[in-house]
């Protein structure tokens, strides 16, 4: 028994399997990479462009080359991009070295301690590529009205942080995430701050549409046992989710609400 | 990938590839029972005694016809006494049924609001049934001395609760039940408590060696299909825990410890 | 014993002797208002300019009469603003009727149902507002970046949102409360989402400069009772953090660190 | 406006108007024990018997010198002991150095790790020293079965920790206090795990009828203004909980309950 069939994810009229979305930092090598990958199930991998070579560089080890584009949807990303200017062309450039891919992950960060992001050139950004033909997925604060306003503006996914890139603290704020998948007609990613199994499988059954995480798995002590951790975990708490969950209260008997309580 | 072949389960000296056992009331009939029990993989089932025909009642539809002892082991509950003379007695009831079988679970409880152990009987009936020849699992609340106490008497696993029987509120006390799992030498099972999968997930990254539930499987909307989910959250957290998951920090860089926080 | 007599909350240059500031919306009458107020010792109570009379109704009930600027700091505010225009005309407004009152608390909201601040428009309205001279204390999300900017853009002092306006639901993102508190040159006071004395307590645990609430205390069953509360648990927080509270750990003993626990 | 002067806390027939109950250890000498408790405003304070000269060794420093039992209520404690005998003992004692003194608290203790109680030791210490004539308040774990036993055999008040001694962790387990709470008739206390001034006040908020901590006070850097957070915390926790706090609800909206959320 599974989730139906049909529950398949579906970004920029393209239907996935797999709602765990991975990134390719970190990692020992390419085959721990590749092992990785594939242990978790993914479809979509993402790849900072301004880090990994796909293309850029002749001569040296190209990523494509263990995770060929055949076989996953490659997403490149604007990791380390700090203003709108830089996050655009980076994205330009993915697209040439892509043959005119149009699928790309926007980041722009406000700090380099943080790597929050920088909601106003977020926004600014998005507008520009988006008007540029991109199909943009967006990384960006877990502001309701942000959210709503950048998937207003044509972005294809909405990807708010659960806690710090890169903490591991899992998911900070459950009602502005809430707020934000009632309200959204995109895909709703969590990008960011997912630490283990649990908190992966959490985001699905409040909701999420996917879950989008690179440190939690490379940087486990066992990247792909853990790739394989987060892969069911995700099924878990979608198939949940699809479930329908008994309701929470204070015991088994039938009048037990929690409402009221002073916590 | 997955977690490695001998990662199994020991209980009474039984090997048991999964680490999720299931109860069997609740449900619609023995059909749904049976579908649920087969989607989540569970291979112990735990029947109250004093709810549910295992032979007792003649002529009455028995569940051992749908989860044939040659395919499940069967976990005879006490569910339902309150005191040390009845629980005692319905040990021996399931044992004449079951044909000397000698491993039950064990559980007196305090009131019927809260289904609460009482736990000074517990211990009690513990040592009677041990004493009798009795494999004893043993329901208890998470108290660390009590639970090593039943470990030292001889029961084969402790099963402290998460929160109370069927409330679906997940587990309340993280330190206590990490206490009681560093100091075990037999299995720590979560009992009771659990309402999704995540909560499942979470009690295997404390490092629980597994988790028995009921009204999380058969009050959902779905219950075939959260069985599903939980037998992947229980695989997923049991994974994790192997993996070893990240370090939580603030930050992605490497000096952002969370030791000292306000909070 | 109390804290330091030095230890005042300084605002646009004033030194306030409590951090509780609050609203005045809400309640039954204006005799209400004001005996709650008194209670809560605050200093500075803030007035939504498009829903009190504070002189712009002659032959009203003005609200200046029972809490006259002589023995209070009238904090003008712009809820109910839902764009930049609107806010800095209503902040004129207050300037005018009060004077000359350069003092304001600006809010720009995003929607109806959740009052999420809109992020953009509030940093283009306190800019422009910081340029006609007001002194712009302003609600905001808890992004740390947006925090940042609005201080260096001249804001007096920074106003994160805990939780929604009127949510009653306590502190959401600790992290992100306690990295902005961290970068602060100006002070940042909680506004919106306290529902009761701990929330509040907590936040100035946090390192908070102050709290502003006025629902928790407007539909508290007793209201005068809930101010009286507020004020020691404003000032028992306050307390807490410059007492220095003991380490949290595992048990008494001396090496039982958090770090590294699963959770 | 504070709580109704007729808010007294009643213990063993006598009425208290300070809910902060305070511990003696742990202090640099007796001067600082002496103001940390004054700043406390606690009139009930408690003395390990075992450790503590209350006159046992005659020609030392008595710290009923600088606490003296005209002011305040000494409550002997057994800390240190780990049986049943040593604890009736210790009882004994302090009553012949008190001159009859009746009133004590108890604890027998599960092992020096964790210093968890030992919950059949306690019941039976209990049951002794109630039949001896003794007025006993009773360190217990949250076990709301065992709470209300100890109130049913004829303890004073119970004493409930709210996460391991010395920890400071704040309370682990809400959902059992409330449930020990609603079912007693003796003072609930909650005994041990407060670590800054907001645990206190939840657990005051929750409806215990007093909080008795050492550590969080004793352990600050500076304990006299912690002492002084702390009295002001559990004022506000009590004036919170008589005044009733607003209902948590997602927005200020009329209808937004949180019951049926997936967390």
């Known amino acids: 028994m599974s989730a139906p069939e049909s529950d398949a994810l579906l970004i920029a009229g393209k239907a ?9 930092g ?3 090598d390419h085959d721990e990479t590749r092992r990785a990958i594939v242990a978790s199930g993914a479809q979509i991998v993402t790849v900072a462009v301004r880090r990994v070579n796909i293309g850029q560089t002749a001569g040296e080890p190209n990523l494509l080359d263990v995770l060929p584009p055949e076989q996953f949807t490659i997403l490149p990303n604007t990791a380390g991009c700090y203003n709108v200017k830089d996050a655009v062309r980076t994205c330009q450039l ?11 992950k926007l ?3 406000g700090d380099a301690q943080t790597l929050y992001p920088d909601v106003p050139a977020t926004l600014a950004a998005a507008e520009t590529l988006v008007k540029d033909g991109f199909e943009v997925m967006v990384y960006t604060s877990d502001d309701p009205i942000v959210c709503k306003r950048l998937e207003e503006m044509g972005c294809v996914a909405v990807m708010p942080l659960a ?4 903490s591991g603290l899992g998911i ?3 009602y502005n995430l809430l707020t934000i998948i009632e309200n959204a007609k995109v895909p709703i990613i969590v990008d960011a701050g997912v630490g283990t199994a649990s908190d992966a499988a959490i985001a699905m059954e409040l909701g999420c549409d996917g879950v989008l995480m690179n440190t939690a798995i490379a940087e ?7 790739a394989s951790a987060m892969r069911k975990a995700i099924e878990a708490g979608r198939e949940a989710r699809l479930a329908g969950r008994m309701p ?7 009048s037990s609400p929690l409402e009221g309580l002073p916590f």
């Open 248 to 254: 929470r209260r204070r015991y088994a008997s039938a």
């Open 163 to 166: 806690a710090p890139i890169g």
């Open 220 to 226: 486990a002590k066992n990247p792909v046992l853990m």
């Open 94 to 104: 993915a697209r040439e070295l892509l043959d005119g891919h149009k699928l790309v």
């Open 26 to 28: 970190k990692y020992k």
């Open 16 to 24: 996935y399997s797999s709602r765990l979305l991975v990134g390719t």
């Open 107 to 109: 980041e722009v960060l």
């Open 172 to 174: 900070q704020n459950k």
